[in-house]
């Protein structure tokens, strides 16, 4: 699975400088073009009703904003990116990337940190990178504070068996690299109601284990044809996010959930509301939210 072009959105704070980082050395791996795109923009609400910006000033601000992206450019290829380039944009963030993406069918990756300048504690809800991920028309992998600078080596992947979540399967395993890179596969049975009228609901969820595990080794040996990685096959029984966020904090080794970015309800939306939503809220490392290559 190919990385052509790799989109990096930045608005100068140090959540996007760790994305960056992250671009780069994603471009470097892959041999892919970098973008390096930032959204200019003065909202008209921002002044407690002044609605009215002076010439002067927007022109200080633009140019402002043209040297800074510079800078980042040169930074960029500073840490090694070989073809990178940059978008200054004009309106509101998450819509112009949104767009670029859009527009730009080589895209097949936006890099995004999940704390812009703002400095809100809170990750994703009502942010710009939330808004990436729910409309953006390719995979976008999400850089939270304190990343580290290293390969992504383990990688966790949800399954639910869709077509989504093999793609995320396919492009955690191309993003993996190092000699002790590695991906789990991960399958949450969640139990049935309990009724008087049906069998046992250990019987019922004992066999959805097994028949969970072997699928599993199935995907796990597709996945193995094509990328030369270790798999290891995990079942649990629970609640989905549940499950997930409470595996990784067990294993804390993992650097990168893998996702899809729609599941077995075959939903259009991204994330609001799903499971993937709640658990890049709360993963605290690299969360990858694929869609499927656009031809």
Known sequence: MSVRKILCAIDFSESSTEALRVAVRLATEHDSELVIAHAWYLDPTAFAGEYFYPAALIDELSADAKRALADEVKQAEAWGAKKVSSVLLDGPPWQQIVSLAERTPAIDLIVAGTRGRTGLARMFLGSVCEM????????????????????????????????????????????????EASVTLLHVVEPPRISAHEVPVVEVTTKRVVAAHRELERWAASLTAKHPIPTTCLVRVGRSTLEIQNLLEQVPVFDLLAMGSHGRTGLRRLVLGSVAEKTVRHAHRAVLVAREQRS
């Open 132 to 179: 990436i991920l729910r409309h953006a028309p390719c995979s976008v992998l999400a850089i939270p504070n304190g990343s580290a600078a290293a390969p992504f080596g383990r990688v966790l992947c949800p399954i639910d068996f869709s077509e989504s979540s093999r793609h995320a399967l396919e492009l955690g395993a191309t993003l993996a690299k190092g000699s």
